[in-house]
Each structure stands twice: as C-alpha cells, then as structure tokens.
C-alpha cells in the first residue's frame, strides 16, 4: 500500500516544494495553494459526478419498471439493469470514478503532510527509520537498565520534540533537527551515534537546503509539525495551536451549511442533513487534537477552497438544473424526428396529388 502511494505522494511532494520555494518556502502558503490547485483539477471529474447523477436519476423509472417485473430474482434484474445502461449509455462506475480519485489525493497529501523529510526536504526514508530507531532502542534500554538517565534524556529530547508514544519518524526528527540538533548527539552511546552519524548528518544538510519554515504565520506556537494536546484544564495548559482543529471544525461547518443551502435550491424536497452536517466538523475536531498541525490546516483550506468550489459546482451543473437539461434536448430531438416526418408526409401526400 505504502508503495502505492509513493507512485502519487513523490510527484506531489515535488509539486509542494516547487510552491514552497515559490512562497518564500512557507509551507502554510505552500498547501493553501496546493489545495486550490487540487481542487481547480477535479472540477472536471466534480461536473462528470454531477452528470452521473443526473443519469442515475433520469433512468430511475426505468429501473423501478425493472424491480418490479423481476422481483426477487437478483440475477435476471442485474442483468436487465446492465443491458439498460449500455442501452442508455450510462456509466455505472460515473459516480464512484471521482470520489475515489478524491480519496486517493486526500490520503497521499495527508501523508505528504506527516512525512515532510521524505517527501519534500527529499531525505531517504531509510535514513530517517535508522535515526528514530536507534533513538528509540536506546531510550528504551535506558528504561528498562538506568532509570536515571532515562528520566535526565527523556527531558532533554521531549523539549526538543521527542516523545515515546509518537510513532511518526519523520515529524520527531524534523522537530529534533530544528530544536536541538546536537541532543541525538548527547543522549545516545557514542558507538550507536557513529553508526547513525552520517544518516543524520545527511537529514539536518537536507531539511536546511529546503528550508521550508512550517510555522503558521511566522508564530513558533503555531509550528504545524507539532500536535495539539487538549485538556480540561482549558485556563491553565491551553495552546494556540488548538486554533487549528477548532479552524478546521468551523471551516467545514461554514461549508457544510453553503452546501445545505444550495441542495435545498436544487432539490427543495430533499431530506435534511443536519446530522450528518455536524457529525463530520465534530469527528475532525476530535481527530485534529491528536494529529500534527498541519493536517488540521490542511483540512481548513480544504474545507474552505475545496468545499466553495464543490458548491459553486452544485449551483451551475445541479442534478435538477442538468436533468432539465437532458430533458430538453430530448424533447427538441423528439421534435426535430416528428418535424422530419411531417416533412416527409406532405412531400409523399404533394407527390400523390401530382
């Protein structure tokens, strides 16, 4: 799977550094724009889903015809359906093609987003997994033999990024790297940091010939590498950096109302989706408070370019504007063959008088 999405996540990781460069090698700006320019390239594959509907919707009493005359008969309905697609030349897969080309993106930025190293400052991912490793080997021995110096180095690296239940390599270096590089240095045995010393020479020459600053708004406490811890103790241990899933739980609230709004103009006997409208904003502000970031502001620019644009889609191409469409082209090729005919009689009945 992961090779899978290195066929999509290399190529774009080239594209997001290319736009961080173009920047001033701001990653927040970086994303913005990379989300809008993801989103302009879908509008195609939105309005082909869009058509798909208005297929699916304008067949639908043909389909109806068909439950009812086949009943329970499972194997002759799917393939009277089958044969009424080809016959109205309609995709069955028309639909489903767009979403999971979305899926795909989504998943390969989100991974983009927590592999910074590998994928934009270009660092191999083996030496990334050689550093954390044996970081991560020697705390835990640490542990388990010397707890004393597992209590004096567990400090030092948790202030410079490191934590034991983070299991994302790429973001604790980059964060070790950026905060304190000479700690990996300094908590590990000198023979264990020769075996690891060139990987991470290697990654810290790499993450500064990119250069990409990952602060949000220049602000250290908005560093989207980081991930924002909630707690109860909202007077006492609040951190700026909960603006990110609260933005991002907001931003699809906004666009999930635009988009309410506008399915009602289309479809004014259309079901309510007030649940499903706070359902999602709430699972991501949830899920936002244990990712980094920049996963969180990625979802506020999708939520905002992505979700507008979606809409902008609905109002001009939606499935009652675009089956009013079909419908009329289908009435004027109806009149077009009776107009054909009429033509036809009157010659023949000019012909017989003559």
């Known amino acids: 799977m992961q090779t899978l999405f290195n066929i999509i996540n290399i190529p774009l990781g080239y594209v997001l550094r290319f736009l961080a460069d173009l920047m001033g090698n701001d990653f927040a700006a970086a994303v913005a724009v990379f989300t809008l320019l993801i989103n302009l390239i879908l509008i195609p594959l939105s309005i082909k889903s869009q058509k798909s509907s208005v297929q699916q919707m304008r067949i639908k009493p043909k389909m109806d015809e068909l439950r009812k005359k086949y009943g329970d008969d499972r ?45 934009i400052a270009r660092v191999e991912k083996a030496d990334v997994t050689a550093v954390s490793t044996a970081i991560t080997d020697t705390m835990k021995n640490y542990k388990e033999n010397d707890k004393d110096k597992y209590d004096e180095y567990s400090k030092l690296l948790t202030e410079a990024g490191w934590s034991e239940k983070n299991t994302n390599a790429d973001l604790m270096i980059t964060n070790i790297i950026r905060n304190n590089p000479d700690v990996v240095k300094e908590v590990l045995p000198e023979e264990k940091y020769k075996d690891i010393e060139d990987e991470y020479n290697t990654i810290i020459e790499k993450d500064k010939a990119a250069g990409i600053n990952y602060l949000l708004f220049g602000n250290e406490n908005l560093d989207l590498t980081k991930t924002p811890k909630f707690s109860f103790n909202i007077f006492k241990e609040a951190q700026l950096l909960w603006l990110i899933p609260i933005g991002a739980f907001l931003a699809q609230i906004l666009t999930s109302l635009i988009s309410m709004r506008i399915n009602k103009i289309n479809n004014p006997e259309a079901p309510s989706m007030m649940g499903m409208m706070l359902t999602m904003p709430l699972i991501s502000l949830f899920i936002g408070f244990g990712l980094p970031g920049g996963v969180g502001f990625y979802w506020i620019c999708s939520s905002l370019i992505g979700g507008l644009i979606q809409s902008g889609v609905q109002l001009w191409y939606g499935p009652q504007k675009l089956l009013a469409r079909e419908r009329a082209k289908e009435l004027s090729t109806q009149c077009d063959f009776e107009a054909k005919q009429l033509d036809k009689f009157n010659n023949t009945d000019s012909i017989i008088k003559d």
């Open 75 to 119: 194997q002759k309905l799917a393939m009277a359906q089958q044969e009424l697609y080809q016959q109205e030349g309609v995709s069955m897969s028309g639909g489903c093609l767009p979403m999971i080309i979305r899926l795909a993106l989504m998943m390969s930025i989100y991974w983009l987003i927590l592999s910074p190293l590998t994928y």
